[in-house]
């Protein structure tokens, strides 16, 4: 792997270990100031587009906000150049009791050392009862 390249990977496990500690300024450390998020659900083809700091850091505190107990488990990451890619499962329980278990991918696009797009595309799969 170039140098490069261990730099991103490096990045995408800050980000997500971030992510799971629902550390909102240590993800946004990761992004660059006109940063995309586009989430996995919305009424786009693309999902939902939140565009710059602000927005997105609200994107991912709603995130946390709805599903108090969210991380992201199983995560794997790879670059190339100026692309990067993280695999995960996404593992939550709703407000009511729900539980969500489902695998996805984020494809980011890089600029200056930092993650200017994420791209979040996740299985559709149903939350499950409580047992």
């Not at 997500?16 to 240590?26: L, Q, S």
């Not at 995309?36 to 700091?53: I, K, L, S, T």
């Not at 329980?93 to 696009?109: H, K, N, Y």
Request: glycine content about 8%; proline content about 3%.
């Amino acid at each position: 792997m170039s140098a490069e390249n261990s730099v991103t990977v490096k990045l995408l496990e800050e980000l997500f270990a971030a992510f799971n500690r629902h550390d909102v300024e240590g993800v946004m450390a990761c992004m660059t100031d006109d940063c995309v998020f586009e989430g996995a659900a919305g009424p786009e083809a693309y999902g939902v587009r939140f565009e710059g700091r602000d927005a997105v850091a609200a994107a991912f505190v709603k995130v946390w906000t709805t599903f108090p107990d969210v991380s992201w488990q199983n995560t794997k990451h790879f670059a190339a150049g100026d692309r990067g890619v993280s695999q995960w499962t996404f593992c939550a329980t709703a407000q009511d009791g729900r539980r969500i278990e489902a695998d996805g991918v984020d494809l980011f696009t890089l600029k200056d050392g930092k993650l200017a797009l994420k791209q979040a595309f996740r299985k559709d799969r149903p939350m499950l009862d409580p047992k």
